[in-house]
């Protein structure tokens, strides 16, 4: 079965750096699009990046910049590289694949920026 696993979140303070990673299995990864999103508490879930098969990436202004995601086919994982940390990016992040219209998260990671 499709499986996604979070890791590398904690706590940091503003202007720190924190890389998230991702390891997917039970599909075959350099096949799908990957994305991270993120979720802070009272808001809706959004989109921070998502990487393309090819590897083209997209970020929303609130993030561009300042995150970058990337992935290792070879290891199956996804990666999330968070640099310049504001206490506005604290949330629980979540990565994402799309296989067949149907949507796969993981159980999430916690990142909180402190002030």
């Known amino acids: 079965q499709v499986q996604l696993e979070e890791s590398g979140g904690g706590l940091v303070q503003a202007g720190g750096s924190l890389r998230l990673s991702c390891a997917a299995s039970?599909?075959?990864?350099?096949?799908?699009?990957i994305g991270w999103y993120r979720q802070a508490p009272g808001k809706q879930r959004e989109s921070v990046a998502t990487?393309?098969?090819?590897?083209?990436?997209d970020y929303p202004d609130s993030v561009k910049g300042r995150f970058t995601i990337s992935r290792d086919n070879a290891k199956n994982t996804v990666y999330l590289q968070m640099n310049s940390l504001k206490p506005e990016d604290t949330a629980v992040y979540y990565c994402?694949?799309?296989?067949?219209?149907?949507?796969?998260w993981g159980q999430g990671t916690q990142v909180t920026v402190s002030s």
């Open positions: 994402k694949v799309n296989i067949y219209w149907t949507d796969y």
């Open positions: 039970g599909f075959t990864f350099s096949h799908n699009a």
């Open positions: 990487i393309s098969i090819g590897g083209d990436t």
